[in-house]
């Protein structure tokens, strides 16, 4: 029954009707008010019943048409709810961890869900969502990890950042065709996804949008696709093979990147940015290297003709070679972050790069730029006449176990040699003058580097070393 003395009401005087914005009953049962001194009770204001653990089922009169910001912000005891047929409108956060919730009803009427709105609801179930919604807010389903499937209505254009984040529990989800945008985050860490049917007018898929879902074995891009920014598919590990669309403009490895089954790309023949050769996908002019798929194995050489290689285009593949041609002119980055790499080999008619031993070097050999990660060797004395080492150039190299560096190096480079798990001994000339910070970070069996005093140390270059230090002065 209705007892208007337990709530606080404000007027609207623009609209002639009430709104509750206070309530002092310790009733486990809510029923609001339809009506105070004569007119209409319409909304419940914000924070009403913010962290109130005791309500567990409400009742909401027909006439309402919104409920405010965080009005049952983490009502934990909150296990049945009403919503009235002429609601248009849930604020942000409105539901907030309401744990026991574990379903919902959306009537015709409702247009907009806020922001957080229903974030770690994780009893939710299973929700329909009505046609009349045209906006769902950022982070609204966040967290709900009990939801198993969602249809999301048509009218909808754009599914915004983080909405059903790690919605763990998350099989089905029905893309509604009127659909253009999937934003930052939108499904990630959903890995119960197995597939997903893109609607044909969708244009963008954003950062993370999909990252992490790790049991996604198929998609289906359309051709209306025109942009995947980065990390959109990031970590996706049952992922074998994509074909991307003709109207894809923007995309590079770190798209996909850590997709570790990933062996295959094809590329629509009419795309007028991009083409894909034996899985590996190139620009249309066949001038630059962009992506090489990380499940694809083997040994590759790049092709001839090729004169540049993108940031990370082979970070985390699982080659054991890599031969560049005599066209290569410019690699963007060395980090080649791969556990199997054994030999980076060069055409020897290259004028920019060389290879001594399997070893990436410049031309001059006066600067070396990377060491494979699997190169047999455990002992490697650093070739006399180098003058410079890259960063990362022998990061996570686990099988080396001792390492000699020729005088005239000045600088070991942040991260250099972080990762090498087997080094134990470290021999560094009198000519070096700094090791920057974490350069060995977790070397955790290293016992002895020898080195000059004047050499200074950054700070937690050598975090965690226990071993000894051998001066060479």
């Given amino acids: 029954m209705e007892n208007n003395d337990l709530f606080d009401f404000e007027l609207n005087e623009a609209e002639g ?10 009733s486990e049962e809510v029923v ?54 002429n609601l248009a409108s849930v ?17 015709e009427n409702l247009t907009s869900i806020g922001g957080s709105a229903f ?24 967290n709900c990890t009990g939801l198993a499937e969602i249809a999301l209505p048509d009218g909808l254009t754009s599914i915004g950042d983080l909405t059903f984040y790690c919605c763990t529990g998350l099989t089905n989800i029905t ?6 945008s999937i934003k930052v985050s939108a499904f990630q860490n959903c890995t119960g996804l197995t597939k997903i049917k893109f609607p044909e007018r969708l244009s963008s898929i954003g950062e993370w949008a999909f990252a992490d879902c790790t049991g996604l074995t198929e998609i289906n891009l359309p051709e209306s696709l025109t942009s995947i920014k980065n990390e959109a598919f990031y970590g996706c590990t049952g992922l074998i093979e994509i074909k991307l ?30 083409r894909a050769v034996d899985g590996v996908v190139f ?30 285009a082979f970070n985390n593949c699982k080659l054991t070679g890599l031969t560049f041609p005599q066209s290569l002119l410019y690699i963007e980055d060395f980090e080649f972050n791969n556990e199997r790499l054994e030999d980076i080999t060069v055409n020897e008619l290259n004028p920019n790069y060389c290879n001594i031993d399997g070893v990436l070097f410049n031309k001059e050999k006066s600067l070396l730029l990377r060491y494979p990660k699997n190169k047999e060797k455990t002992n490697y004395a650093v070739p006399d006449g180098v003058l410079e080492i890259t960063p990362f150039a022998f990061y996570s190299c686990k099988r080396l176990v001792n390492i000699v560096l020729p005088e005239n190096i000045k600088f070991i480079h942040e991260y250099m040699f972080a990762g090498c798990e087997r080094l ?3 021999t560094l000339p009198m000519s070096l003058q700094y090791i920057a910070e974490r350069a060995f970070y977790d070397c955790p069996n290293l016992e002895t580097v020898t080195l000059s005093r004047k050499t200074r140390i950054g700070h937690k270059a050598l975090e965690g070393f226990k071993g000894q230090f051998v001066y060479l002065d």
Wanted: proline share 5%; glycine share 10%.
């Fill in 119 to 142: 974030e770690k609801c994780t009893g939710l179930t299973n929700i329909k969502l009505p046609e009349s919604l045209t906006f769902i807010g950022d982070s609204a389903f966040e």
């Fill in 424 to 426: 134990k001994t470290v």
């Fill in 91 to 107: 604020g942000n956060a409105a539901f907030y961890r309401c744990t026991g919730l574990t379903k919902i009803k959306f009537l």
């Fill in 17 to 26: 009707c009430w709104s509750v914005t206070g309530y002092y009953g310790r």
């Fill in 175 to 180: 893309l509604p065709e009127s659909l253009t």
């Fill in 283 to 312: 620009d249309k002019d066949m001038t630059t290297l962009i992506w090489f798929p990380d499940g694809k194995k083997g040994k590759y050489s790049v092709p001839e003709g090729i004169i540049a290689i993108s940031s990370f």
């Fill in 245 to 274: 669309p003709k109207g894809l403009t923007s995309i590079n490895s770190s798209t996909f990147g850590d997709c570790t089954g990933l062996a295959e790309i094809s590329i629509d023949e009419n795309n007028p940015v991009f």
């Fill in 32 to 85: 609001f008010p339809a009506s105070y001194e004569g007119k209409s009770v319409k909304t419940i204001g914000a924070e009403v019943f913010f962290n109130n653990r005791r309500i567990n089922r409400i009742i909401i009169p027909e006439s309402y048409t919104s409920i405010g910001e965080m009005a049952f912000f983490s009502c934990t005891g909150l296990t049945e709810i009403n919503l009235p047929k």
